[in-house]
């Protein structure tokens, strides 16, 4: 069987969310266990005020398989033996501005959120917090700072000899200029990063030339 449907709420003017679905599912014929199935539920939506728009989503997915390729002559093992049992559930939320500010600044700070699971056998869970903030001085020049926070832990369970478990930080901070102009296009920033106790200093830097007018870049 399979199916799949969505479905669109709001105006578009106060707020509009969309939630859409799917489902699959197989049974192999002629091989022991070749079955598997997904699941996939998604909402997403928007609250607009006058000045900003409010937005989020959050998501589940569920996927099961077997290890059915083994040589089913030698070997017997039952279906809960072979069974690989994927889940995710994630969640993002933020905030933009839909006009300009006083100072003509633009944001959308906005948060990530993702739990994955092999069930009873690990579990990676991800937090990503992004802050990017741009000042435009006229048409031509803008000044962009972006702070990013991305934090990831991992844990085994019933592996042997020993469970693993460890933690992944990763925090960066990137102010960048960039300039625009009918022929040329240049960004020019740097990105220090923070990985665990680990320092890089990144460079972030870019240009675009407009060769000719048909739009042949370099």
Not at 76 to 94: C, H, M, N, P, V
Not at 132 to 160: C, H, I, Q, W
Request: no cysteine; proline share 4%; glycine share 8%.
């Amino acid at each position: 069987p399979v199916i799949a449907a969505g479905i669109s709420l709001g105006d578009g003017k106060k707020g509009l969310m969309n939630i859409t679905g799917s489902y699959i599912q197989s049974k192999g014929n002629e091989i022991e266990y070749q079955d598997y199935a997904m699941l996939n539920i998604k909402g997403a939506g928007s609250y607009f005020t006058p000045k900003n728009e409010v937005y989020g989503s959050v998501a589940f997915n569920a996927n099961n398989y077997y290890l059915y390729g083994y040589d089913h002559s030698i070997y017997t093992y039952t279906k809960d033996e072979l069974k690989q049992q994927f889940q995710d559930i994630s969640f993002s939320a933020g905030i933009r501005n839909k006009v300009k500010t006083p100072m003509d600044i633009s944001y959308n700070p906005n948060l990530q959120a993702s739990f994955f699971t092999n069930v009873d056998k690990l579990s990676e869970n991800t937090f990503v917090l992004e802050a990017p903030v741009e000042k435009r001085f006229n048409e031509m020049l803008s000044f962009k700072l972006s702070g990013k926070a991305d934090v990831t832990s991992y844990t085994t369970k019933g592996y042997d000899p020993n469970n693993i478990k460890f933690d992944n930080y990763v925090f960066q901070i990137a102010p960048a200029v960039d300039f625009t102009s009918s022929m040329l296009k240049l960004h020019g920033g740097v990105t220090p990063t923070w990985s665990n106790a680990d320092f890089y200093f990144l460079p972030d830097i870019y240009a675009e030339f407009k060769l000719r007018e048909n739009g042949l870049l370099l």
